[in-house]
């Protein structure tokens, strides 16, 4: 099928309340357009030079997800232009944030990325760590920032028991934290499930998927 079809397939899918990312890395310029032309407005990045590529030539309605690890010292290249950072794992993170933010007069929305998997390689934070975050001083101070929700990827398996306690996990993390509400913070956003299981994120609580190989295809990682 082609991009625009698996577009309308998935859609259909797909709750109005949840948000669909679309997960564009190593997909040329071609098929963001067609996946834009087909009503597309959100894609996710985890590269930033990438990304500042195709937010040079591509609509400048379309919201720039940075969905990948991200280095401090990267902030800078997309602090212009980045809708929701997903993968922020520290407060020294959300303080570089806000200092590239402030220089372009933006408040940048973050997700603070909880681990959830089992897997070592997954990155995270624990719960009493982004509770710490949320309640501190320093986050109160942050003018140029706003945490917005959580996000986490479950392990890599084909267990679907052990995926779907990781996905309720988080469910009742952001259910916790929630209560927590600043100037700065409101949690709104579960970002949880991928193409292979975002039906059942969806079933235990995420309000955004990011799915990628189910829009565009296998994606090619030597181009």
Known sequence: MSITQNLNQIKSNIP????????SKTKPIEALQEAY?????????????????????????IKWHMIGNL????????????SLIHGVE?????????????????IINCLLQIKIAQ???????????AKEILLSEELLSLKNIK???????????????????EFNYLTTSFNKLKEIKTNNCELKKISMGMSGDYKLAIN????????????????????
């Not at 280095?71 to 980045?82: D, F, G, H, S």
């Not at 303080?95 to 220089?103: D, F, M, P, S």
Request: glycine share 8%; with cysteine; net charge positive.
């Open 16 to 23: 109005e309340h949840v948000t669909l990312v679309a997960v």
């Open 37 to 61: 032309d087909a009503g597309q407005r959100i894609f996710g990045e985890n590269k930033i030079q990438e990304m500042t590529q195709k937010w040079e030539v591509l609509p400048k309605d």
């Open 71 to 82: 280095q401090r010292n990267k902030v800078k290249y997309m602090a212009e232009y980045v």
């Open 90 to 106: 520290s407060c020294k993170l959300l303080q570089e944030i806000n200092k590239q933010a402030l220089k372009h007069n933006r």
């Open 119 to 129: 897997e070592d390689t997954k990155a995270g934070m624990t719960i009493d760590k």
């Open 147 to 165: 945490i917005t929700g959580l996000m986490g990827m479950a392990s890599f398996t084909e267990n679907q028991d052990q995926v779907n306690t």
């Open 204 to 223: 235990c609580g995420s309000t955004m998927v990011r799915v990628g190989s189910s829009i565009f295809g296998v994606r090619n990682y030597n181009i």
